[in-house]
């Protein structure tokens, strides 16, 4: 899957239009360098999904902000088109609950 150079900008812009939230379940997720305030809640990156499972297709409406979880459920629930690498999108190594 090959992300398109402004990729990180268009997703960011994403995610702030949700106010950082999921948008299917609500859960409020972590913004860019935040940390987890406690250890015991589970901390969640924002991902980005294309409603229409098509990675070429970045038009704003085509796309919606979930959270890991709800992300992989609707690939799971589909074609199961889950791509290597499509869900860890961003760096991850700084947060050791996730």
């Not at 015991?40 to 902000?65: F, G, I, M, T």
């Not at 459920?73 to 290597?84: D, F, I, P, Q």
Request: hydrophobic residues 25%; charged residues 25%.
């Amino acid at each position: 899957m090959v992300y398109p150079k402004y990729w990180k900008q268009l997703a960011k812009s994403i995610k702030e239009k949700s106010g950082w939230r999921c948008q299917k379940c609500g859960r409020v997720c972590l913004r860019p360098g935040e940390k987890p305030h406690t250890t015991k809640p589970r901390a969640y990156d924002l991902q980005v999904h294309h409603w229409n499972r098509d990675p070429s297709d970045n038009r704003p409406e085509n796309l919606v902000a979930l959270c890991p979880k709800c992300h992989l459920s609707y690939h799971r629930g589909g074609k199961g088109n889950v791509s290597l690498g499509q869900l860890s999108l961003f760096d991850l190594s700084g947060f050791e609950n996730c």
